[in-house]
């Protein structure tokens, strides 16, 4: 039987590591800021690295990003099965639902920057692509 004593909130890492956090926070802002490969590529390569981790939110988070940075639907699968050979079939089976969300979250972030919240091309929100 499970115990029923129930489980403190315990601290972040940015609260229990204020000066480790900031230096990791560093370190990874470097990372994004490489030139090559591009940006979407970067986030389908995580994409990869959270698939073989079997990481459900880092899964989601770099589909996100990768479609915020102009991925298909295509190439986000394709990331997922690139996975299979030497991983297996199941991690990117398992990944799919939480890739799939993150996706339809970043294109959904790219159309509100461009001002098309409903998707249809243009910025005027009545669902029909004329202005």
């Given at each position: 039987?499970?115990?029923?004593?129930?489980?403190?909130?315990?601290?972040?890492?940015?609260?229990?590591?204020?000066?480790?956090?900031e230096a990791q926070r560093g370190y990874?802002?470097?990372?994004?800021?490489?030139?090559?490969?591009?940006?979407?590529?970067?986030?389908?390569?995580?994409?990869?690295?959270?698939?073989?981790?079997?990481?459900?939110?880092?899964?989601?988070?770099?589909?996100?990003?990768?479609?915020?940075?102009?991925?298909?639907?295509?190439?986000?699968?394709?990331?997922?099965?690139?996975?299979?050979?030497?991983?297996?079939l199941v991690p990117s089976l398992e990944?799919?639902?939480?890739?799939?969300?993150?996706?339809?979250?970043?294109?959904?972030?790219?159309?509100?920057?461009?001002?098309?919240?409903?998707?249809?091309?243009?910025?005027?929100?009545?669902?029909?692509?004329?202005?």
């Amino acid at each position: 039987m499970a115990d029923p004593t129930p489980v403190p909130d315990t601290p972040s890492l940015s609260q229990v590591f204020p000066a480790l956090h900031e230096a990791q926070r560093g370190y990874l802002a470097q990372i994004d800021s490489l030139r090559v490969p591009d940006r979407k590529t970067h986030e389908l390569i995580r994409l990869a690295c959270t698939v073989i981790l079997r990481n459900g939110p880092g899964i989601e988070r770099h589909a996100m990003l990768a479609a915020e940075f102009s991925a298909t639907w295509e190439e986000v699968v394709g990331t997922l099965v690139l996975t299979q050979p030497g991983f297996g079939l199941v991690p990117s089976l398992e990944a799919l639902p939480h890739a799939r969300v993150g996706f339809a979250a970043g294109v959904a972030a790219q159309e509100a920057d461009r001002g098309d919240e409903d998707g249809d091309g243009d910025d005027d929100g009545d669902g029909d692509d004329r202005s």
